[in-house]
T-cell receptor
Framework: GAGVSQSPRYKVAKRGQDVALRCDPI?????LFWYQQALGQGPEFLTY????????KSGLPSDRFFAERPEGSVSTLKIQRTQQEDSAVYLC?????????FGPGTRLTVT | GQQVMQIPQYQHVQEGEDFTTYCNSS?????IQWYKQRPGGHPVFLIQ?????EVKKQKRLTFQFGEAKKNSSLHITATQTTDVGTYFC???????????FGKGTKLSVKP
């Protein structure tokens, strides 16, 4: 079957704009994670869902970041009033047991 | 907070040479995972180690988990150009499965 997909693959936003990033996990995967990866760094945890429940959002950098997974499948990461420091690749990963399957990421550039 | 550190940050080798990257955690880990990220790609799961002192091999790759479960290493024998990429170790934070990644070791292989 298909892997994890993310859209858009690239997003350019002007500072102050809101953006929405979508993640389609592997069908049947209960766990879904969002990570932020800056250039030359490892992925940094943002938030975690088990089905539709957001069990951990301790990694979200500010209250401008919001994530949801209303039906326990597709997830959306929303960033309000984007700032330049939000520029990064946003990775989504899904998991059934422990191995995490990553999507291709959304590269967000805030100008 | 929990930290995962990797050295070296970069490694340049001639094709056929061996390569090793080292990972250290500030806390004892229940398990450690290794991922590979090709240039322009996303992290791809390689392996999970769970037991103290565990050694696992995948063809030319050898993974070790330290006795104290705070450190790990990845050794590649006789590197090939296909080994190019960044290798990350990652340990779980808490019990929910979200991972703390090291900054990675970027491997380049000169043919």
């Amino acid at each position: 079957g298909a892997g994890v997909s993310q859209s858009p693959r690239y997003k350019v936003a002007k500072r102050g704009q809101d953006v929405a990033l979508r993640c389609d996990p592997i069908s049947g995967h209960v766990s879904l994670f969002w990570y932020q990866q800056a250039l030359g760094q490892g992925p940094e945890f943002l938030t975690y869902f088990q089905n539709e429940a957001q069990l951990d959002k301790s990694g979200l950098p500010s209250d401008r970041f919001f994530a949801e997974r209303p039906e326990g499948s597709v997830s959306t990461l929303k960033i309000q009033r984007t700032q330049q420091e939000d520029s990064a690749v946003y990775l989504c990963a899904s998991s059934l047991v422990y191995e995490q399957y990553f999507g291709p990421g959304t590269r967000l550039t805030v100008t | 907070g929990q930290q995962v550190m990797q050295i070296p940050q970069y490694q340049h080798v001639q094709e056929g040479e061996d390569f090793t990257t080292y990972c250290n955690s500030s806390t004892t880990l229940s398990n450690i995972q290794w991922y590979k990220q090709r240039p322009g790609g996303h992290p791809v799961f390689l392996i999970q180690l769970v037991k103290s002192g565990e050694v696992k091999k995948q063809k030319r790759l050898t993974f070790q988990f330290g006795e104290a479960k705070k450190n790990s290493s990845l050794h590649i024998t006789a590197t090939q150009t296909t080994d190019v990429g960044t290798y990350f170790c990652a340990g779980p934070e808490g019990s929910q499965g979200n991972l703390i990644f090291g900054k990675g070791t970027k491997l380049s292989v000169k043919p």
